[in-house]
């Protein structure tokens, strides 16, 4: 449950930077890119989607450019929620794997940046 509020949540607060921030909204144009959150047996998970200058998010787990798949949602939420440093952490544990387009996942890391500061 936690893991799937915490994807909740952060699709919330990317929802309302959208509609409110200018600088995210500036940040938006011209990068179309889709990045999934999920759990390696594809049960949970949320697809994070940018494309013409807005967002969106829906459970669609196997299209993506770039996704962050997790051994299982209890490790995903307490990475997640422990921030940069958690993920550094389960990646260098094996914990959670990389998939698709390393330039979006970055761009997604850099997204991230207009939710959680």
């Not at 994070?48 to 949602?73: K, Q, T």
């Not at 958690?86 to 698709?100: E, F, P, R, S, T």
């Amino acid at each position: 449950m936690g893991f799937s509020l915490l994807l909740t949540v952060l699709a919330l607060k990317f929802k309302k930077v959208s509609k409110t921030n200018k600088d995210f909204r500036k940040f938006l144009m011209g990068h179309e890119c889709r990045v999934v959150i999920k759990t390696k047996d594809g049960t949970r998970g949320k697809r994070f989607i940018f494309r013409d200058g807005a967002f969106s998010s829906d459970r669609v787990l196997d299209e993506y450019d770039a996704a962050m798949i997790w051994s299982d949602p209890k490790t995903a939420f307490r990475s997640l929620k422990a921030g940069e440093e958690g993920i550094k952490a389960a990646l260098q544990n094996h914990l959670v794997g990389i998939d698709g387009s390393v330039h979006s996942f970055t761009w997604f890391g850099a997204a991230i940046k207009f939710v959680t500061a």
